[in-house]
């Protein structure tokens, strides 16, 4: 963890200090090496957050890009008593999960239940292959009539299994810990994955890393993606995701979406 209570202050990892995690109150000890970035540990390799992961370089950049109050946000379901720790929650109650390490199906979804307002930001560049089958994919996208915007018919061919049928936008970082890459570069952009699909299209944005960090800080994100998944289509999106099997030229004919000042709007193919 970034972050751990001293006198009842958040303070960073202090070599030699301890100091009390900030969701179950136990001593924990700073952690200050060569090797992993500097960081805050329970005694012995427990962890009060069984959703925690250890913590890189890419995590932390991530989350510095949000205010520090923040991060590391505890949160307590009081139904079911359970205790986690998002690792940015903004004003708006807009969790953003960074994930690094891969993660199993049954846990992501956990965590889209219990987060329910949130999005994951992956770090595509721990698998060598990721970026490569990405840029060869990428290549079938087809615009629409909104900037940035893309339709694409087989997201599997673009991104690892494990996100496609994520219940939340996924986000997906190609640049890792690299220092910005050159202007024109395809990974200064990020990749978000919308849930559902469009008839059996996947919506994918694409956005500058900063244009990101902008919209999941002043709000507009959660406004943004509302509007998506509530727009007046989307039952009707719903339902033509139900498997009916169409041959591809049958589905090519059917009436497609496209964005009209922010929301989905049904148009006939000519
Ligand atoms: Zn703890």
Redesign the pocket.
């Known amino acids: 963890m970034k972050f751990a209570l001293l006198n009842g202050s958040r303070i960073e990892a202090i070599k030699g200090v301890n100091a009390q ?6 001593n ?1 000890i700073a952690k200050c090496g060569k090797i992993r970035i500097d960081h805050w540990a ?1 005694k012995g390799e427990r ?3 069984p959703w925690w992961e250890p913590e890189t370089e890419w995590h932390r950049r991530w989350k510095n890009a949000f205010s520090a109050e923040w991060q590391e946000y505890a949160l307590f379901d009081e139904r079911t008593g359970e205790k986690h720790i998002a690792d940015v929650r903004t004003a708006d109650g807009l969790v953003l999960e960074f994930q690094h390490s891969a993660i199993a199906p049954k846990e992501r979804t956990s965590r889209e239940q219990f987060y329910k307002s949130m999005a994951w930001i992956v770090d595509g560049s721990r698998l060598k292959r990721d970026h490569p089958r990405f840029l060869k994919g990428q290549s079938n996208w087809r615009k629409t009539g909104k900037v940035g915007f893309y339709l694409v018919s087989f997201p599997e061919d673009c991104f690892p299994a494990l996100w496609l049928d994520s219940a939340v936008p996924v986000v997906f970082d190609f640049l890792g810990t690299d220092l910005l890459a050159n202007p024109g570069d395809l990974r200064n952009s990020v990749y978000c994955l919308f849930p559902g699909r469009v008839g059996r299209e996947a919506v994918v944005v694409v956005m500058t890393r900063e244009q990101f960090i902008t919209i999941a800080n002043n709000g507009d994100w959660i406004k943004w993606v509302d509007n998506f998944m509530n727009g007046p289509s989307h039952s009707e999106r719903e339902q033509q995701t139900q498997p009916s099997q169409p041959s591809l030229n049958a589905r090519r004919r059917e009436s497609q979406y496209i964005l009209e000042r922010g929301r989905w709007v049904k148009r006939r193919r000519l």
């Open positions: 995690c900030t969701i179950c109150g136990s924990v329970h962890n009060c957050d």
